[in-house]
């Protein structure tokens, strides 16, 4: 039992050390592991988050990658990089930027006025002030013919063409007519739409407006997204019927069947229905995360649950508020499979809180990134 015990914590922690977080401790960037312990002891002047299973570390003013027990697989050689995404890396070198695979290997893509970061399998190119895709073959898939390709997600990305948004999916094809002045993000096939000063949503690529509604914004999480009437906020369905009238001033998604919302100044927490489960006594308020807790702002932030105790007392920072921290970058706040990044303003430091409150590792740093893999 006792042996079987302890292969389960080493693969645990092989498993929890794929996942590591940024940090600086004593002026170098190392790695932490998710129970808390260094993957790479701080060693780097300078450092980024690891991405597509590689991270981009400095040596003598020299750009390479490291793996996760902090060997280097690509020398650093580079004068500047970005993130590897579905195998492939912008990186410059003598003032060009080119691509290059997890070998280091320099790849031949179609000309382009600018070189692009891959998402999700495909990259932006730009001839003659058009924007078209390509894959990680380095095959046209879209020729450039749009004004703006944004980010994909799950597969599908706005577009805009002749001052007119539309959504296509990674073959190219149209799956939201282009016409609109304005578009949300695709979620269940639905998305919102506005055309002149009318909203509305968008199933199976038909538009059906909203009476009265002046702003809506993605589903994100749930089946409810919140919309604006007037100056008020409510919540609408994904046939744009309103489950929760509006009479809110402000309001954020529904995640665990809870929304924050603000009327006034003070934000609380709503159910379904639109009744009150956490009350509006807080200075500012965000979604609950998948562990079930909440950033809740008093003085500083602190965690709820769902039935709106405090667990973690308002000591903290989820922002970078008036530090020089990396959240500007990436700015997910609260609990992240049961860790929260936060920032103590009275030292200067940032740690990561688990959901009892206790810090991991008992470590404290001088700045921090979110874990990744």
């Known amino acids: 039992m006792k042996k079987f015990l302890i292969l389960f914590i080493v693969f645990a922690q092989s498993v929890l050390g794929q996942e590591l977080a940024l940090v ?3 002026g170098k960037f190392g790695y932490i592991s998710k129970i808390g312990e260094y993957a790479i002891e701080p060693k780097f002047k300078v450092a980024k988050n690891f991405s597509d299973g590689l991270a981009a570390a400095e040596e003598d003013y ?4 490291i793996d996760i027990k902090g060997n280097w697989v690509i020398k650093p050689t580079f004068d500047d990089v970005k993130y ?4 492939i890396c912008v990186v410059a070198k003598d003032k060009q930027w080119f691509y290059i695979n997890k ?3 320099t790849l ?3 000309p382009s006025d600018k070189v692009y970061d891959f998402d999700e399998g ?10 078209g895709l390509i894959n990680t073959k380095g095959d046209i898939i ?3 013919s749009y004004q703006i390709i944004k980010s994909f997600s799950d597969g599908f990305a706005q577009v805009k063409k002749d001052n007119k948004w539309g959504v296509i999916d990674k073959t190219g094809k149209v799956v939201v007519s282009i016409e609109y002045d ?3 993000d695709i979620y269940k096939s639905i998305t919102w739409g506005k055309k002149g000063e009318i909203f509305g949503l968008i199933v199976a690529n038909k538009f059906t407006a909203i009476e009265g509604v002046t702003k809506i914004w993605d589903f994100e999480t749930s089946d409810f997204t919140y919309a604006k009437k007037g100056e008020k906020v409510g919540f609408i369905d994904l046939k744009g019927n309103w489950v929760i009238q509006p009479k809110f001033d402000k309001a954020r998604a529904f995640v665990k069947n809870l929304a924050p919302v603000c009327e006034g100044k003070k934000w609380g927490y709503v159910d379904m229905k639109g009744n009150y489960v956490v009350k509006p006594i807080y200075d500012d308020a965000e979604v609950f995360s998948k562990d079930g807790f909440a950033p809740v702002k008093e003085k500083e932030w602190g965690f709820i649950d769902t039935t709106g105790k405090m667990i973690i007392p308002a000591n903290y920072q989820i922002s970078a508020g008036g530090l020089a921290g990396l959240f500007k970058k990436n700015n997910d706040k609260g609990f992240i499979n049961g860790l929260a990044r936060v920032a103590i303003k009275s030292e200067k430091k940032y740690c990561f809180l688990k959901t009892d409150g206790s810090v991991l590792g008992n470590k404290k740093f001088e700045q921090a990134e979110l874990f990744q893999k």
């Open 62 to 65: 020299k750009w390479g990658f």
């Open 24 to 26: 600086k401790s004593d």
């Open 142 to 144: 879209v020729q450039p």
């Open 122 to 131: 495909v990259a932006v190119i730009k001839q003659d002030e058009k924007i």
């Open 84 to 87: 590897f995404n579905s195998g």
């Open 103 to 105: 070998k280091g290997e």
């Open 108 to 110: 031949k893509m179609p």
């Open 182 to 184: 304005d578009l949300g």
